[in-house]
């Protein structure tokens, strides 16, 4: 089974700053990563897919990049509404989540 | 547009078994796969297995083997998960998704709560 580890566990930020989350998966996942944002109470949201692309809908200061085993997401410019948890999700034989990020305000 | 309808809170004994239901819409239930994972506070996210919606055939994860039996009712559209046996550790927050290679479309999520 491919493992994903994921750090931090938690970040904290003010608005406007960028902040950047990663995912090391336990194996080469050929880019087979996607990124989630989850607010509490909700049911996760697809960001990005693909490592990079992202989702219909996901604005642009969401970014995703990485290769092989390791990977990252990156929002700029964090906006209130981003306050929220993130997962990423590997797809390349199966899925595995990573453990979580939760992103708080500063 | 795409909606995954799951049904509502379940509190259960231990021991008992509860089925919760995934009602898609918005596309062809057939095209896709359902799957179904698992959030609680401290595992974190956990994928159950997934069905074929066409074929109803099923993988499961290891872990789950045993405890969850997934069905589908095609003249509905509609994915369900029998969770069985169940005890304190079953407590937690139950997901359909749509898994379009990666999960696209995920159901609100449904609580079960094992309590005697």
């Known amino acids: 089974d491919i493992q994903m580890t994921q750090s931090p566990p938690s970040l904290s930020a003010s608005l406007g700053d960028k902040v950047t989350i990663t995912c090391q998966a336990s194996?080469?996942?050929?880019?087979?990563i996607a990124w989630y944002q989850q607010k509490p109470g909700k049911a996760p949201r697809q960001l990005i897919r693909y490592t990079s692309t992202l989702v219909s809908g996901t604005p642009s200061r969401f970014s995703g990049s990485g290769s092989g085993r390791d990977y990252s997401f990156s929002i700029s410019n964090v906006e209130s509404e981003d306050i929220a948890s993130y997962y990423c999700l590997q797809y390349d034989n199966l899925w595995t989540f990573g453990g979580g990020t939760k992103l708080e305000l500063k | 547009q795409v909606q995954l309808q799951q049904s509502g809170a379940e509190l259960a004994k231990p021991g008992s078994s509860v089925k919760i239901s995934c009602k898609a819409s918005g596309y062809t239930f057939t095209s896709y796969d359902i799957s179904w994972i698992k959030q609680t506070t401290g595992q974190g996210l956990e994928y159950i297995g997934y069905i074929n919606t066409g074929s109803g055939g099923t993988y499961y994860n290891e872990k789950f083997k045993g405890k969850a039996t997934l069905t589908v009712d095609k003249s509905s559209s509609t994915a369900f998960m029998q969770l069985s046996s169940l005890t304190p550790e079953d407590t937690a927050v139950y997901y359909c998704a749509r898994i379009r290679v990666a999960f696209d479309y995920w159901g609100q999520g449904v609580m079960v709560t094992v309590s005697s």
């Open positions: 194996q080469n996942i050929n880019k087979y």
